[in-house]
């Protein structure tokens, strides 16, 4: 396990009461510091400046404005602020969406105390937590793009693919790491090069959108 | 009037019919219209008879012939207001009682007027039968039933003039154009009924499922994540927990399965149904679309390796399938963290008759024009590697 990270600030935003306590007592015993636990998006939004958390836990299944649109605020208003998500799986629509919004990770809800407490320092270290399905999904939203008009920037190295796709079939880094013979940091780093690519790519198509929407006017 | 009887045939059965019993929704709306028909077609064929009543050969016929008119359209509409007439009996019964009172004009009028200018005692009375045929059976048999009318008014001239043509063709189109409009009516009424009520079987199984998902599907999360924690029992208690929870999310996943069109399906909607507790599949947002029989055999195929991985990778190993969309290829990877296998271990498992991966898979896969690669690092699990062609007309795959 990882101790990067330790001691961060961090805020659990999940709607159902014992999950949201179960997960506090875990951080804490972990030795993390837990500034805020709130039930909803608008609290999370709400609070963040007051409480600045370094890692928020975010549900993906809310009440009110949806996890991806309360990370997407988070983002906005702190683009230091690192949101990992939880969600079950099946809600993969959401999963991409919120990484597209800014998200440094996903994890199941399903997965163990240890799973989440490792997430949750390797988030607050700055590295992209990565499951097999958002592997998955990410890879299919670069083949969406590729599809797309020719001069769009956003396409993915073939290392980065290959890094994807063994992550995508369940192979940790360190696994990840020995088949294509790197580093565990250089792997770390394409799986961070992707999420950062399309966010980048999401925040263009933003501004282009946003610049359109103006010109029209 | 009954409906038992020799005329029981399934009607209902031919095209265009709308089967026997009680009218309701549209259907009885348009019986009750045809009572009203009825009614007013009755004043005006009174009014003729008490007109003429003077120039009849038979006064006492016509009048006769009128109060059974009188007594048939009270007995339609007391029959049809509630719904009852939609009955093939019924409505046989009014056929042949309508078109014998045409028939009996003759007994009415002189020789001189059945070729004149005057209608028959019916006239456009005789239009209800068809009209009831229509509703009950279709346009098809509305035309038949405006013949027979028809067919009763030649009778009584002994031959037609061109008013008789004209009016019996009205009554044959009014038997068809009613029988017709009936049906469409009722289709448009049942597919409406159908589509209200599927999308309240939508709306119950959203219901469902959001209250499945924010219910029980956490609380088994908490005790999968806190009983592994607490080890023992416990620890049994909650690889039962996350067991019950993969199959529940399955079943809720499941539930979502769309029907996409041109026989072309999303076999990304197939593969998420193959997740439990010791499976994860992990597919792309977007559809990925196969047509309908290629989808069938590589969830079959999936299904088999990642069964394959259950038998035979050991107990406590993990399959991973991931679903990728190369373009004019689709791939499908099943991994397992098991032991792995012997070099030839495949081989030798066909050549022993055990089929399993190598028949199955390898079968269903080259039937599709594809191929399959197995690899194993002994200590490090197996990998079944699927590439299927996609096919070339895809739908919303891009």
């Known amino acids: ?217 | 009037m009954t409906d038992r009887g020799w005329w029981r045939v399934p009607w209902h059965r031919l095209p265009g019919a709308v089967g026997p019993g009680v009218a309701t929704g549209v259907l009885l709306s348009l019986w009750r219209a045809a009572a009203v028909f009825r009614i007013a077609a009755l004043a005006f064929c009174g009014y003729l008879i008490l007109r003429w009543r003077d120039l009849y050969a038979e006064p006492a016929v016509a009048f006769g012939v009128g109060a059974a008119m009188v007594l048939v359209t009270g007995a339609v509409v007391l029959v049809a207001w509630p719904g009852r007439a939609h009955r093939l009996g019924f409505v046989l019964a009014d056929t042949i009682a309508c078109a014998g009172l045409t028939i009996l004009t003759r007994l009415a009028q002189q020789p001189s007027q059945y070729h004149g200018s005057m209608p028959t005692l019916t006239s456009i009375w005789a239009a209800g039968p068809a009209i009831e045929v229509g509703l009950l059976l279709g346009g098809a048999a509305g035309v038949l039933a405006g013949l027979l009318q028809l067919g009763a008014s030649v009778l009584v001239r002994e031959g037609y003039d061109g008013r008789t043509l004209a009016n019996g063709v009205l009554l044959v189109l009014v038997g068809g154009v009613v029988g017709y409009l009936a049906t469409a009516a009722v289709r448009a009424e049942q597919e409406r009924a159908e589509a209200a009520a599927e999308r309240a079987r939508l709306a119950e199984r959203d219901r469902l499922t959001r209250s499945i998902h924010d219910g029980v599907l956490q609380v088994l999360g908490l005790v999968h994540r806190r009983g592994a924690a607490a080890g023992g029992e416990w620890a049994d208690l909650a690889r039962e927990a996350a067991a019950s929870e993969a199959a529940l999310r399955a079943l809720i996943t499941s539930q979502a399965l769309a029907p996409t069109p041109a026989g072309q399906r999303n076999v990304a909607a197939d593969l998420v149904t193959l997740r439990s507790a010791r499976v994860t599949v992990s597919v792309p947002d977007a559809p990925v679309m196969l047509a309908g029989q290629v989808a069938d055999e590589v969830l079959a195929a999936t299904r088999e390796a990642v069964r394959n991985v259950e038998r035979h990778a050991g107990a406590g190993a993990t399959a991973w399938v991931f679903l990728e969309d190369l373009g004019d290829q689709v791939a499908v990877t099943v991994r397992d963290d098991g032991g792995g296998l012997r070099p030839g271990r495949l081989d030798e498992a066909a050549a022993e008759g055990r089929v399993g991966v190598a028949e199955s898979i390898r079968g269903r896969v080259a039937e599709l024009g594809g191929r399959v690669r197995i690899s194993s690092v002994p200590g490090e699990g197996t990998e079944v590697d699927i590439v299927v062609p996609a096919g070339t007309s895809r739908g919303a795959a891009r």
């Open chain 1, 1 to 217: 396990m990882s101790e990067e990270g330790a001691g961060a600030r961090v805020m659990v935003v999940d709607d159902h009461p014992i999950w949201r306590r179960a997960v506090e007592r875990d951080l804490v015993e972990a030795g993390f510091e837990v500034v805020a636990c709130v039930a909803d998006g608008e609290a999370a939004v709400r609070l963040a400046p007051a409480t600045r958390p370094d890692v928020v836990l975010m549900d993906l299944q809310l009440p009110g404005i949806t996890g991806v649109e309360a990370t997407a605020e988070l983002v906005r208003a702190d683009p230091s602020i690192r949101v990992l998500m939880l969600s079950s799986s099946g809600e993969d629509a959401d999963v991409l969406a919120a990484a597209k919004a800014g998200a440094r990770g996903y994890l199941v809800k399903s997965a163990a105390t240890e799973e989440l407490i490792e997430a949750v320092h390797r988030t607050a270290a700055g590295q992209a937590v990565f499951s097999p399905g958002l592997a998955a999904l990410v890879l299919g939203e670069f083949r969406r793009l590729a599809a797309g008009p020719a001069d769009d920037p956003a396409r993915l190295t073939e290392r980065e693919t290959e890094v994807l796709r063994l992550v995508a079939k369940g192979l940790t880094a360190r696994q990840v790491a020995d088949r294509l013979v790197l580093s565990h940091r250089t792997v770390q780093n394409h799986v961070q090069n992707t999420l950062r690519k399309l966010q980048l790519h999401n925040k263009v198509q933003l501004t282009r959108w946003a610049i359109e929407q103006g010109m029209a006017e």
